[in-house]
């Protein structure tokens, strides 16, 4: 039952196993603790991938709903009540709007209230979320596996990093949590460290909002995640050039 708290907290299980599992919850305290933690990673990956609707969208959506024939009500051939309820039929209008979710995600809204009225929007758009579901898959994977864990730790300059990690996919995701923009365009570098063994890059948190996120790989044996704060591209030398923080790969 443990192994569904992943799934759960993405609301990929079957009605019978989310009764089952709520009922598990309120006898097991790390796994009500994991869920919850699980999904407040899953809303900051959502949070930092929204986008504000276009302001015209309102605009647009009222023209469309001026323009679009509406459509005869499904009656049987014959039906007397047919053209009586097709009189009294309101006028309605097709939208078509597109979302993306991460972590899960996504993770995560992207799309979602942006009405595509034109085929090229609707092309873009296609284009802009298959490069989102290509990017966050990762995240996804990570977010559902059975031994997906997850931990938050702050920083001594402000704000702090969300670390989810999973052993069987030897994964592990260390998500921006409100660290504080650096001067000069350096940026964060996220590091893997085993035992006594020298720390090996994991990637660079790009991005100047909260939510930016580095998904490392072959971190199976991995048990702390640093950071550090280097120049833009990252340590030159491949070893932090300080550590800013160290925390327990969450397992």
């Not at 992943?6 to 599992?21: H, K, N, S």
């Not at 603790?33 to 949070?47: C, D, N, P, S, Y």
């Not at 990017?135 to 300059?157: F, G, M, N, Q, W």
């Not at 995640?225 to 030159?236: F, I, K, M, R």
Request: aromatic share 2%; glycine share 10%; hydrophobic share 45%.
């Amino acid at each position: 039952m443990h192994t569904l708290a992943g799934a759960y907290a993405l609301d990929a299980v079957t009605d019978v196993e989310r009764a089952e599992f709520t009922r598990h919850l309120e006898q097991c305290e790390s796994c009500a603790q994991e869920v919850a933690e699980l999904r407040a990673t899953a809303a900051r990956l959502g949070a930092a991938m929204a986008e504000e609707p276009p302001p015209e969208l309102k605009d647009r959506v009222m023209a469309a709903t001026h323009a679009t024939r509406q459509l005869p009500p499904r009656t049987r051939p014959g039906s007397p009540d047919r053209h009586r309820r097709a009189a009294r039929a309101p006028r309605w209008a097709v939208l078509v709007s597109a979302a993306a979710a991460v972590a899960g995600l996504a993770a995560g809204g992207v799309f979602g209230g942006i009405a595509l009225t034109q085929q090229h929007e609707l092309q873009a758009a296609q284009s802009r979320l298959d490069q989102v579901k290509q990017r966050y898959e990762p995240v996804a994977a990570l977010l559902a596996a059975p031994d997906a864990k997850a931990a938050h730790a702050t920083s001594p300059i402000g704000g702090g990093v969300t670390v989810v990690s999973s052993r069987t996919l030897g994964r592990v995701m260390v998500l921006d949590a409100g660290l504080p923009a650096q001067p000069g365009g350096k940026v964060y570098e996220a590091w893997l460290i085993t035992g006594s063994a020298a720390p090996r890059p994991a990637g660079v948190i790009a991005g100047t909002v909260a939510g930016a996120l580095v998904v490392a790989d072959g971190a199976g044996d991995a048990d702390h995640v640093a950071l550090s704060v280097e120049q833009a591209g990252g340590s030159p030398t491949g070893r932090p050039s300080g550590v800013l923080m160290s925390m327990p790969v969450p397992a």
